[in-house]
C-alpha cells in the first residue's frame, strides 16, 4: 500500500479500525460470501432433485400405478399399456403444469424487476386475467382461431398491462398504487369472462376451463402449443437477466451507464406478458405462484438476476406439480384445481409478506 | 465509420485511460474545451428554467456549479449529462454535439454519480463497481481481464478493496458514496459528473469525499463538474465555479476571484461576510 493511500485510509477511518481489523473484517466478508454461494449450489442441485423426484412420484400417483422400471421399460423399450395410458392421460398435465410453473415464476421476477416492486405478480395485478378474457373471447366466438389463443393470450395480457402501467404512473410508480390498480383491472377482466361463461350458459367447458384453471384433459397438442411459447420466453429472460439487474438501480443511474432504461422497461415487461399468457391460455390463471417462487429464492440464492431467473424457473415447475399433484390426490376421485391450491396457500403468504414489509405497507 | 468504432474499441480494451489520452491528442478537437455550452434554454411547461446558458468547462479543472435552489443548476446538471434534451442551444463534448453521441457513446466518455442512488440489499461492493463497465460490454458479455483491471483500480482509489466482498448495504454512508464513484471510475471516462455528492453524508465524510475528488482531478487529471450546496466547500475545492441565477449564468471563473460579497447577495439574496484565513477565502455562512 502506498504512502498516500495509507494517509487516505487514516483519514477516512481515524484511526477507527487498524488495518489487522480490516483485514479480519474483510475475512470475514470473504467467508459470507463463499458460504452464500455455497447456499445457492446447494438450492439448485436440492431443487433439480426434487423436481425429478416429485416428476416420477406424479407420474405414479393415481388409479394406476407401474414401477420405475416398468416405466422406463414401457416408455423406452416394449408397448405396455398402462405405461401408453399414462404416457396420454399423465404426462401432458405433468409437463403442462412445469412448463407453466415456471413461465408464471418467471414472469413474477420480470415484473417484479421492472415495476421495482417486489410484490408484483402477473395474477395479483391482472395480466392473466387480461390474458384469460382474450382465450375465452376466442374461444366463445372464433373457436376456428383456436391454433392462434397463444397469440390473442398475449395481447390480452399486454393490454392489461399497458392499462396498469399508465394508469398507476402519477409522476412515478408507488408500489402499492402498482397493486391497487392492478386489483381492479384484474377484478374487471374476471368479471368479464365470468359474465361471457354465464351469457353462453356456463356449460362450454373451453371458456370454465380457461376460467377455473382445469388442466385435467389436457393432450400433447396442448403440451406442443405451450413448449415453444415458454422455451422463447424462457431463453429471452436468461438473456435479460444482466439487464433486470441494472434496473434495480435507480433510473438515471442506470441510464449514465449508457443503458436505454426504458426500452429495456418495454422489452423485460412483454417477455413477462408472453410468459404469463401463455401459460395463462393453456394452464388458466394462476395467482400467487409468481409472488411466492421469486421470494424465497431470493432468500436461497440471492436477488442477482442471473441465478434467480433460471431457480425461479425450476422452482415454480416444482410448486405448480406440487400443487397439481395434492390437488388430484387430495379428495380422489374428485379434482381440486392448482389454481385453487395456490390461491388458498398464496392468499396468506401474500398477506404475511404485506405485513412483514416496512417498504410497502405503511 | 463502422470500422473506425472498431478500431476505438480495441485500443480501450488495452488501456481506456491511455487510449483516451492518445485519441484526443490525434483529435483535431483537442484544444477545445472539455465541454461547452451555447445559449442553452429550457422550460417545464411554461416555467422557463434556462434562459441561454452559455459557459465552457476546463479540461483537467473541478468545476462547481452553484447558486440557489430553483436557480436551474439541476436542470442545466441533467441536460449537460443527457437526461434531459434541450429545447434550443447545444451541449458540445470537446467539440462534438451531445446530441450525436447515443447513451452509449456517451457513457464511454462521461461517468456520473447521481445524487440519490439506491441497489439491491445483497449485492456486494465489486459485483456493484463492476456495473461500470456496462458501456464497454454487449449485452451478456463476461468481464474481459481489462474489465477485471479497471474493476481492481476503481477499487483502489476510492480505498474499498478490503470491502470489495461486503454487502452495499452494510457500508456506512461515506462508504457507500465511494462505492457509486468507485461504479463511475470503472467506465475509464475523462470527465466526470457528481450531483451534490456531500448531501446525505456527515462533515467527516463529506472532506472524504471532496478529498477523493481532488485526488482524482490531481493524479489521474480527470475533469470533473460538480454541484455543491456549500459555498466554502466548492472555494476549497475548485478550480473554477459557474453561479447561476433565474436560469442564467451570473459569474463564472476562479473563486477566489468571482466569489464575492456582492455576488453572494446577487446570488442568494443574502448578506455574507467574506474573511481570510491564513490567505484562504472564507465565507461566513452562518
Given amino acids: 500500500m502506498s504512502e498516500k493511500e495509507t494517509e487516505l485510509e487514516k483519514a477516512t477511518e481515524s484511526g477507527r479500525i487498524s488495518e489487522a481489523d480490516a483485514a479480519d473484517l474483510s475475512g470475514q466478508d470473504k467467508a459470507r460470501k463463499h458460504r452464500k454461494t455455497a447456499k445457492a449450489a446447494i438450492s439448485f442441485i436440492v431443487m433439480i432433485v426434487l423436481l425429478v423426484a416429485l416428476f416420477f412420484a406424479a407420474v405414479n400417483i393415481g388409479s394406476l400405478k407401474v414401477s420405475f422400471p416398468e416405466l422406463l421399460k414401457g416408455l423406452f423399450v416394449k408397448y405396455n399399456e398402462d405405461v401408453a395410458t399414462i404416457y396420454d392421460l399423465r404426462f401432458p398435465r405433468i409437463v403442462i403444469s412445469m412448463l407453466a410453473g415456471a413461465a408464471i415464476a418467471v414472469s413474477g421476477v420480470l415484473f417484479q424487476a421492472v415495476l421495482k416492486n ?39 395480457g399486454v393490454v392489461a398491462f399497458v392499462l396498469v402501467y399508465s394508469l398507476s404512473w402519477k409522476g412515478g410508480l408507488s408500489p402499492l398504487r402498482i397493486i391497487l390498480v392492478g386489483v381492479a383491472v384484474d377484478a374487471m377482466f374476471t368479471g368479464l369472462s365470468s359474465g361471457l361463461n354465464s351469457m353462453n350458459g356456463g356449460d362450454m367447458s373451453g371458456v370454465a376451463a380457461i376460467v377455473n384453471g382445469n388442466i385435467t384433459m389436457k393432450t400433447w397438442d396442448d403440451v406442443r402449443t405451450l413448449v415453444p411459447y415458454v422455451i422463447v420466453g424462457l ?34 415487461s412483454m417477455i413477462a406478458v408472453l410468459l404469463a399468457s401463455i401459460s395463462t391460455a393453456v394452464a388458466g390463471v394462476i395467482s400467487f405462484l409468481g409472488l411466492i417462487v421469486p421470494h424465497i429464492g431470493r432468500l436461497l440464492v440471492g436477488s442477482d438476476h442471473r441465478a434467480l431467473v433460471p431457480f425461479s424457473a425450476l422452482f415454480g415447475a416444482f410448486i405448480f406439480l406440487l400443487a397439481d399433484t395434492i390437488g388430484r390426490t387430495i379428495a380422489a376421485p374428485y379434482e381440486v384445481s392448482a389454481a385453487i391450491i395456490m390461491s388458498v396457500v398464496g392468499g396468506p403468504f401474500f398477506i404475511i409478506l404485506l405485513r412483514r414489509s416496512k417498504k410497502y405497507a405503511k | 465509420m463502422r470500422s473506425k468504432e472498431k478500431n476505438m474499441d480495441l485500443t480501450s480494451t488495452e488501456n481506456i485511460l491511455d487510449s483516451e489520452k492518445k485519441f484526443s491528442k490525434k483529435d483535431k478537437w483537442a484544444d477545445k474545451p472539455a465541454m461547452e455550452v451555447r445559449d442553452l ?27 440557489a435552489n430553483g436557480c436551474g443548476k439541476s436542470t442545466l446538471f441533467s441536460l449537460m449529462t443527457k437526461n434531459l434534451y434541450p429545447r434550443k442551444g447545444n451541449i458540445f463534448l470537446k467539440g462534438k454535439n451531445v446530441q450525436n453521441l447515443n447513451l452509449k457513446e456517451f457513457a464511454r466518455k462521461v461517468a456520473i454519480v447521481q445524487q440519490y442512488n439506491s441497489a439491491s440489499d445483497d449485492i456486494t461492493v465489486e459485483n456493484l463497481v463492476a456495473f461500470g463497465r456496462t458501456p464497454h460490454k454487449k449485452m451478456m458479455q463476461g ?35 465511494r462505492v457509486w464513484i468507485a461504479m463511475a471510475l470503472c467506465q475509464g471516462t475523462k ?26 482531478n490531481q493524479e489521474f487529471g480527470i475533469t470533473i463538474i460538480m454541484v455543491l450546496h456549500d459555498i466554502n466547500q466548492a472555494i476549497a475545492y475548485s478550480d473554477n465555479v459557474i453561479g447561476m441565477k ?11 476571484e468571482v466569489i464575492t460579497e456582492e455576488s453572494i447577495r446577487e446570488l442568494y439574496g443574502i448578506e455574507l461576510g467574506v474573511t481570510r484565513v491564513d490567505g484562504r477565502k472564507f465565507v461566513l455562512a452562518v
Fill in chain 2, 41 to 67: 434554454h429550457f422550460s417545464y411547461g411554461k416555467n422557463k428554467v434556462l434562459k441561454g446558458v452559455s459557459l465552457k468547462i476546463e479540461e483537467g479543472k473541478i468545476t462547481t456549479i452553484m447558486g
Fill in chain 1, 118 to 156: 417486489p410484490l408484483a405478480d402477473p395474477g395479483i395485478i391482472g395480466i392473466s386475467s387480461g390474458a384469460s378474457f382474450a382465450a375465452v373471447l376466442i374461444t366463445a366466438f372464433a373457436p376456428t382461431l383456436f391454433f392462434f389463443t397463444p397469440l390473442f393470450a398475449f395481447l390480452g
Fill in chain 2, 246 to 256: 433565474d436560469g442564467k449564468v451570473l459569474v463564472e471563473g476562479d473563486p477566489e
Fill in chain 2, 143 to 177: 468481464d474481459s481481464a481489462e474489465d477485471e483491471r479497471m474493476i481492481q483500480w476503481a477499487l483502489e482509489v476510492t480505498n474499498l478493496t478490503e470491502y470489495r466482498d461486503r454487502e452495499v448495504s452494510r457500508l456506512s454512508g461515506g462508504q457507500r458514496q
Fill in chain 1, 235 to 268: 431463453v429471452l429472460a436468461l438473456i435479460f437477466t444482466g439487464m433486470c439487474n441494472l434496473l434495480s438501480l435507480e433510473d438515471k443511474t442506470a441510464r449514465s451507464l449508457g443503458v436505454n432504461v426504458n426500452l429495456m422497461r418495454i422489452i423485460i
Fill in chain 2, 191 to 216: 470527465t466526470l459528473f457528481l450531483d451534490e455528492p456531500t448531501t446525505y453524508l456527515d462533515i467527516r465524510y463529506q472532506i472524504e469525499i471532496l478529498q477523493l475528488v481532488k485526488k482524482l
